[in-house]
């Protein structure tokens, strides 16, 4: 064993889910100061990681690994607090030597910890080396998740909505990214089909790798809170939701109908194309109706992104009856 690790396994015994574990017997704070909560099974705590051990969570910034192993590094609270509420496996929780909880969501750390193998203490360098943001954070982890495939999105989207559903009127959505190549765009159409209630994204060819790291900081969670399929074929997937009633629609750059002239269906699949060329002519041609946003200023387009929360907040806004 290197001499710069120490492993403290803590075993937990007789205490309620949440109640503070301490890794000496009177209770006091650990190494470090910290005081550790876990959930009912032992975990492991690295206060310091090896060269080895962070070589091997680098190779996780590398897309083949991350789809060969169904493994990506999540960074912030607020994405791993979608974890946490997802059920996604944890494989190693990491901390920054200086985080402070008073800072985070009440017993979130608790949480974490009790659904991850083990729960490993960085130094900010460490961090830094481990992150693919600017200001690295103070909590991340390494989890294990892999995208649907598009039988297990259909499967989603016919079960019963339940509640869901209901608060939106019986209203379904759905999101379709044809050709989406921006990570930024990607991960923020997810968050705004979250937003909004879709019942899942499609993410058809073309469109950029969803564990591309932006693409997972973009969604802010959304990404593991929504079914998130990646698919071969946009009209196989189009073909089997129009069995189950949904109508689709296009979102164009122009020369379609204006989203204020529409009558929105009661289920629906609004198609959101590329950066640059807007939805391809195939997925077009699959359309039920092509829309557009209409212009008021100089700029030349909106992003994929924007447009998307523009049609949809009118999809939503549309009056009841209408």
């Known amino acids: 064993m290197s001499r710069w690790m120490i492993f403290l396994i803590v075993r937990r015994s007789g205490a ?27 975990f492991t705590c690295v206060f310091m990681l090896s ?27 607020r994405s791993l607090e979608a974890v946490a509420g997802a059920g996604v496996g944890i494989d190693s929780l990491f901390l920054a030597e200086e985080i402070d909880e008073k800072e985070l969501p009440a017993g979130l750390i608790a949480e ?17 080396s481990l992150s693919s943001s600017v200001t690295p954070p103070d909590l991340a982890a390494l989890i294990t998740w892999r995208p649907l495939g598009t039988d297990a999105l259909i499967d989603a989207i016919s079960a019963d909505p339940g509640n869901a559903d209901n608060r939106m009127g019986g209203f379904r959505l ?8 921006d990570p930024g765009n990607l991960g923020t159409i997810i968050r ?30 959304s990404l593991f809170q929504l079914p998130v399929s990646v698919g071969d074929s946009t009209a196989v997937f189009l073909g089997r939701v129009r069995e189950l009633g949904y109508s689709v629609v296009s979102l164009e750059l122009d020369g379609a109908t204006d989203i204020r002239e529409v009558a929105w ?14 939805v391809s002519g195939d997925t077009r041609a699959l359309a039920d109706q ?12 909106l992003n994929a992104a924007a447009a998307l929360a523009v049609t949809l907040g009118a999809v939503r806004l549309q009056p009841k009856g209408d």
């Not at 091997?56 to 991350?66: E, G, I, M, V």
């Not at 192993?69 to 912030?76: K, N």
């Not at 999101?175 to 989406?180: L, R, S, Y």
Request: one cysteine or more; hydrophobic letters at 35%; proline letters at 7%.
């Open 51 to 77: 060269k080895a051990r962070i070589r091997d969570l680098q190779r996780y910034q590398r897309k083949k690994h991350r789809i060969a192993d169904g493994r990506l590094l999540v960074e912030g609270w």
């Open 174 to 181: 759905l999101v379709v990214t044809d050709g989406v190549s």
């Open 16 to 42: 309620g889910r949440g109640d503070p574990v301490h890794p000496d017997p009177e209770g006091q704070e650990g190494p470090g100061g910290f005081r550790w909560m876990n959930g009912a099974r032992p």
């Open 290 to 301: 092509r829309v557009m946003i209409p212009r008021f200023g100089r700029a030349e387009s």
């Open 112 to 128: 974490l910890s009790s659904r991850s193998r083990r729960t490993e203490r960085v130094t900010p360098t460490q961090m830094k």
């Open 192 to 221: 705004t089909a979250d937003w909004f209630g879709a019942r899942g994204v499609f993410c058809g060819p073309g469109s950029v790798e969803l564990t591309n790291p932006k693409v997972v900081q973009a969604t802010m969670g």
């Open 265 to 278: 269906p009661d289920k629906l699949v609004v198609v959101v194309g590329n950066e640059a060329r807007g």
